[in-house]
């Protein structure tokens, strides 16, 4: 399996540089000028547009004249990896091109008078709860830059890196809504907009980004507010270990998702490991428990919700590949299961992934972020789980200096 990873892997991401690493997305409907014009202009109509491209079984961007964009939060899964692929093999081309993304992304950030550096997404977006402009920003997509910043700084030590996270912290802070604030738990905004719902992960993967900050810098300011963050969402879990989209529940539809889900084991295990902090170690096992139980099938398929199979989304399956990479020990066959049916499944040879499976048929186009993206980050990141020298990255800062 890791010859075919390798030969995926080279596809995958040069179709990606053949894109110029821009592509259509999930919810870019009112990025087609027909579309702007035509439904732009109200809550409902916008809805229609965004989720009416969403769903369709083929896609209409081409045909709407979507352009295809830049996604930050894709952008740095190709950068992580890009430094996975380059931990494993040694080649400066892998970092190289890393560095090269990271760059990009310090060039697109959100404009605005923000209180620090901050991404969002290249294309307005209307959800039942708010609407975003274009650009933005975004605390979901302002963390996964942030992450690909900091293991860019355990890789090279560049101080630039680490001051990049400082900097977004401040935005994280200062600008986003606290939605519950208490002295033991701390609930932030999705995006510095008036809004009301409480997304599960964000809190987390906020209090993650600052956890490594921490212990990187040694400058441990906002580690309470870390923890707080942090201790709000392992709070929400159910007494049967799985975690609701929102808090409370009844603000969405979503119930137990897969790749949300995968978000906050991810951010536990992450933030447990920055501060070699390991109460909340049970809540993290009997979590992972719950997701390899309810969100995959036993071929490897991933469900779109505990209470529902289908569709097969690529993100579920690239999310399942990264989080049991870590734990093949306690979970030998999943990471590849999920591999396989992905590869047989939702791959095209020409180094592009589908992006669902339905019950009756597969939407075979690929969203760059959505699909490639994910898929990118997941197999580089299995690739090097599978590696019998495989170094840990948690804390360390391998190179002082390049």
Known sequence: MQQDIEGILDQVYSWSKSQGLKGHNKHDGLNSPILRATLGWGKWPRMIAIQGV??????????????KVYNPKGLALFTMGLL?????HKDEQYLKEAEEILALLSRINSPGDWSGT????HYPWRDPGFYAPTNTPNAVVSCFVCEAFLDAYRLTGKQRYLDTVASTIEFFLKDLSK????PDELCLGYMPLPMTMRVMDVSILIGTVIAQHAALSKNTQHSQTAERLVRYVVNQQTDYHAWWYTDPASDSHITHDNYHTGFILDALQRYMDATENYQWQMHYEQGLKYYAENLFNSDGSPRWMNDKDYPHDIHGAAQGVLTFSDHIADYPTLADKITRWSTSNMYNAVGRFYYQKT????KRFTLLRWCNGWMFRALSHYQLSL?????????????ETR
Not at 59 to 64: E, G, T
Not at 359 to 362: L, P
Not at 387 to 399: C, G, L, Y
């Open 54 to 67: 969403m769903r369709f079984p083929i896609n209409l961007r081409p045909w709407l004249l979507t352009p």
């Open 84 to 88: 996975d692929r380059y931990r494993l």
């Open 118 to 121: 901050c991404w969002g997404y």
């Open 179 to 182: 939605l519950k604030d208490e």
């Open 359 to 362: 019950k009756h048929f597969t």
């Open 387 to 399: 590696s019998a020298d495989r170094p840990s990255v948690t804390n360390s800062i391998e190179t």
